[in-house]
């Protein structure tokens, strides 16, 4: 079994033009940055991405905006992000928006292996257009779809050599849906450790989901909103 | 008129012991300020935690631990994480007992818009449709009127939906409000503000509650 790759560039290496990538991340919490770093360094282009939220200006997703390489964006929320906006005006760049509980169960429901879900989100809404509306309990929910990605590229706190995932805080977010809906789930980690280190009861994200693993390095881990309180 | 800090003071009237609380972003997140002493309520941050914390102090900021306006925070005793499919399953489970948001418009039956306006740089709904469409309680906290002062409570939404029939509860700057089948009823007026003003002010059907009281701060 090889998991291991060296190096975001070894695991993202057969990342082709046109494909669908999901991301994980919620801001610019937990999100791929060695993997980001890659694909903007490859060049691939005309990408549909699959992640909540689109980066900010010069990070995150921003960074593979700045160089066209997107060509579609399914988020819930791409505010903070003044080139996303403009490529958007300008018809360079399509947006499909999808509420938030939404997104993280179709990309969760694809690794349970079910294809689709009825949820009250959205009805009566824009999102609701050409979707199927079913009334149980006396209550309306919409049909909507599980999907997946030809890569999914998540970002944990620690992994081991069978794939195994732990993440941290908040950062957990997005990764562990996305990681169980890639055709191609590459795993990025702060820490790469040999199997039998982990505690089998903390994983979050059980190895079988996971394709590729390897250890980044130089995490910037930018904050979007630094606030604090003084001791008094 | 209420400013933004006594509108977030008179929702957490509102609160109870043991609620688990979502607090959107903007006049709702001051509603932590103002939790009454002894009284536990958890708040739930949608990108996945229970038990949020105040602000960290200066240097102990974690830039993996944020809040769903993507500040940083802290973690309370107690506290658990997880997903965001189990944080959105949480609360189209209605297990949140509360949610407070702010909204551009509210319509007599409960509408509510508050993700778009047409013509404008669209951002996207994040949470808040998930949010409306399963809250438990919704209390909204807005502003009465447009800066050219007219009525942001309306018999229709103008904008685009949020969600069906969900508000429950409105504070804004002018009173306390419920919504029924009879549409906005006019419990509480601000300090200082008239029940014809808010008569004035307020373009959807409106009933005067038989015991309508100003707002003690």
Redesign the interface.
């Known amino acids: 079994m090889k998991k291991v790759y060296l190096s975001a560039d070894e695991a993202l290496h057969d990342v082709k033009d046109n494909m669908t990538i999901m991301l994980g991340g919620?801001?610019?919490?937990?999100i791929p940055e060695n993997g980001i770093a890659t694909l903007v360094k490859m060049g691939v282009k005309g990408l549909t991405c699959i992640s909540?939220n689109a980066g900010v200006d010069d990070f995150g997703i921003g960074l593979m905006l700045q160089h066209h390489q997107v060509k579609k964006m399914i988020?819930?929320?791409?505010?903070e992000n003044a080139e996303f906006?403009r490529q958007?005006?300008s018809g360079e760049l399509e947006?499909e928006?999808i509420?938030?509980?939404?997104?993280?169960?179709r990309?969760?429901m694809s690794g349970y292996g079910i294809p689709a879900f009825y949820?009250?989100?959205?009805?009566?809404?824009?999102?609701a257009n050409g979707k199927e509306i079913r009334n149980f309990n006396g209550k309306d929910y919409l049909m909507e779809l599980a999907f997946d990605a030809d890569f999914a590229l998540v970002k944990a706190?620690k992994g081991d050599t069978m794939g195994n995932l732990i993440?941290?805080?908040?950062?957990?977010?997005?990764?562990?849906?996305m990681a169980m809906a890639g055709k191609i789930t590459v795993a990025e980690v702060e820490e790469l450790l040999e199997p039998g280190v982990l505690d089998a009861n903390q994983i979050?994200t059980p190895g079988i989901y996971v394709h590729r693993i390897f250890q980044g390095d130089q995490y910037k881990?930018?904050?979007?909103?630094?606030?604090?309180?003084?001791?008094s | 008129m209420l400013t933004k800090e006594q509108i977030a003071e008179r929702i957490a009237r509102e609160l109870k012991d043991g609620m688990y609380v979502n607090l959107g972003i903007g006049i709702p997140t001051l509603v932590a300020n103002y939790v009454p002493k002894g009284m536990t309520i958890i708040l739930q941050?949608?990108?996945?935690?229970l038990g949020m914390g105040?602000?960290?102090?200066?240097?102990?900021?974690?830039?993996?631990?944020?809040?769903?306006?993507?500040?940083?925070?802290t973690?309370l005793p107690g506290s658990s994480?997880?997903?965001?499919?189990m944080?959105?399953?949480m609360?189209?489970a209605g297990k949140v007992n509360l949610t407070v948001l702010g909204a551009m418009e509210v319509a007599d039956n409960g509408?509510i818009a508050n993700w778009k306006i047409p013509g404008k740089?669209?951002?996207?709904?994040?949470?808040?449709?998930?949010l409306v469409?399963?809250a438990q309680n919704i209390i909204v906290a807005m502003q009465h009127t447009d800066k050219a002062g007219n009525s942001k409570l309306l018999p229709k939404c103008s904008l685009?939906?949020?969600?069906?029939a969900c508000v429950r509860k409105i504070v804004s700057d002018l009173g306390v409000f419920d919504i029924n089948a009879q549409g906005f009823l006019l419990l509480e007026t601000a300090p200082g503000v008239s029940v014809d003003y808010i008569k004035e002010k307020t373009l959807g059907r409106l009933q005067i509650a038989d015991d309508v009281k100003e707002i003690q701060f």
């Open positions: 919620f801001g610019l919490c937990g909540n988020s819930s929320y791409v505010g906006e958007l005006l947006v928006l509420p938030q509980g939404t997104l993280a169960t990309c969760m949820t009250p989100a959205g009805v009566g809404t824009e999102v706190w993440f941290k805080d908040t950062a957990r977010n997005f990764n562990p849906m979050h881990k930018k904050i979007e909103q630094r606030t604090v309180r003084k001791k | 941050s949608e990108n996945g935690l105040p602000f960290p102090y200066e240097g102990e900021e974690d830039p993996d631990l944020i809040n769903a306006g993507k500040q940083t925070i973690t994480f997880f997903d965001s499919a944080s959105f399953g609360i189209r509408d740089m669209v951002k996207g709904m994040g949470g808040a449709m998930d469409a399963s685009p939906i949020t969600g069906l």
